[in-house]
């Protein structure tokens, strides 16, 4: 069955759904996106995609294709035409249509949005039961990743290079051999005493939604939370380690570069915050 999809102030079937072939988003990647769960029909956490969907867009300077009054609309639109309950909803905002040039047009141009559905489910149960694989690469992208941009090939083939590697995810690691995130994931570990340990939002990093969500449930039941960067080292000697995205949620890393984190399985501290990600989540916050 074809999903509908809106394209530019149309709603389409997905199979039929096109983009102008001078559309930037397609040519230089001269755009940006986001990436919202649906839960029970509601859209998770969808202010502050919002607010990071501006913050993307202001940094390059792309207009707002619409008002967020009426994207708001049209997201509820999308999920009510597709009766999605639960599953993900993709947009993309890119600069717009133009004759090919690397400067941006001189002429004002609308910029394009295209949002899509998808039903696909979250990861397998026995993923978060068993945990996942992690390798690493050289960070080797741009310097500015907390720009939520199409502009994803370097992602692209490090992810390839953990499925190549029997793995779920690539870590990226700086030339200090500190982890910055995964290809789509932000990182965590766990040390001794509890403690829990991620990078700091800066340029280096997407301030994952999810991240933001985990730290503020996890201070608020008083488990604590240290914003630094930490060294691939200290990650292969930690007691846990975790991925976190809308996609992945709180997943379970066990194994870093071949090297076992911990026992080797989830651990407690892991499936704490895996339980109140999964409380809510499941509660959505819009209708
Ligand atoms: N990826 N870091 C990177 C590089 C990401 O691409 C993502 C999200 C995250 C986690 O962000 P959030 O918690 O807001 O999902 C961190 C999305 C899911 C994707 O590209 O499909």
Not at 31 to 52: K, Q, T
Not at 147 to 160: T, Y
Not at 253 to 258: A, L, P, W
Request: hydrophobic share 40%; aromatic share 6%.
């Amino acid at each position: 069955m074809s999903e509908i999809a809106y394209v530019n102030g149309r709603y389409v079937l997905t199979s039929d759904a096109m983009v102008n072939i001078e559309d930037r988003g397609y040519q230089f990647s001269d755009g940006v996106y986001e990436v919202i769960a649906v839960a029970n029909h509601s859209l998770v956490d969808l202010d502050p995609h919002l607010e990071r969907l501006d913050r993307s867009l202001s940094n390059l300077n792309i207009e707002w294709p619409c008002s967020e009054r009426v994207l708001r609309i049209i997201l509820a639109q999308l999920l009510k035409r597709n009766r999605l309950k639960d599953g993900i909803v993709y947009l993309q905002v890119t600069r717009g249509v133009a004759p090919r040039n690397h400067a941006f047009p001189t002429a004002i141009i609308p910029s394009s949005l295209v949002i899509s559905v998808s039903r696909a489910g979250r990861p397998s149960r026995d993923k978060f039961i068993e945990g996942v694989k992690v390798v690493t690469t050289p960070e080797n992208r741009w310097g500015r990743p907390d720009i939520k941009s199409v502009s994803l090939l370097p992602n692209v083939l490090a992810k390839q290079f953990a499925v190549h590697n029997g793995a779920f995810e690539t870590w990226f690691v700086d030339d200090h051999g500190a982890v910055t995130e995964g290809s789509s994931t932000n990182a965590w570990i766990v040390l001794s005493g509890q403690e829990i340990v991620t990078r700091p939002l800066g340029n280096d990093i997407l301030a994952g939604i999810t991240r933001m969500k985990l730290i503020e449930l996890a201070r608020a039941g008083n488990m604590r939370i240290t914003e630094r960067p930490f060294s691939l080292d200290e990650a292969m000697n930690a007691e846990e380690a975790f991925i976190t995205s809308t996609t992945a949620f709180v997943m379970p890393v066990v194994e870093i570069d071949e090297n076992v984190v911990g026992t080797g399985k989830p651990g407690p501290v892991t499936q704490n915050l895996l339980a109140l990600y999964e409380d809510h989540f499941s509660q959505g916050d819009e209708k």
